[in-house]
């Protein structure tokens, strides 16, 4: 049994969608500094500490497998993601299974 569920983070946007295959995921869009624990007005430093990928959408399973991740600066920039990524499950453009990680995360 997982210590963690995914399904315990605070998320902007979240929805289960079934793709093409029948397959349901979880579609998400959340804000790294909106999380338990983080102030409700974060400082500048940490702001830009995050500005490279604040916000992400993700994609995972019901069993809590993470299977796409990618952060963004903006808001609107991840909102509009999030809605693609949406469609791109439903309508088969996007397959989840596939997994997709950042490339960016240091060593």
């Known amino acids: 049994m997982p210590l963690w569920s995914m399904d315990e983070w605070q998320f902007l946007e979240r929805e289960v969608v079934t793709d093409s295959k029948g ?3 979880t579609v998400a869009l959340m804000d790294v500094l909106g999380q338990v624990g983080d102030p409700d007005m974060p400082s500048k430093l940490l702001e830009l500490q995050y500005s490279a990928g604040r916000y992400f959408t993700l994609i995972y399973s019901a069993t809590g497998a993470l299977q796409r991740e990618r952060g963004y600066s ?3 920039e991840a909102t509009n993601a999030y809605a693609d990524m949406l469609v791109g499950v439903i309508d088969g453009s996007l397959n989840p299974s596939q997994p997709v990680f950042r490339q960016d995360l240091e060593d």
Do not use: E
Request: hydrophobic share 50%; net charge neutral; charged share 0%.
């Open 74 to 76: 903006t808001l609107p």
């Open 23 to 25: 397959v349901q995921w």
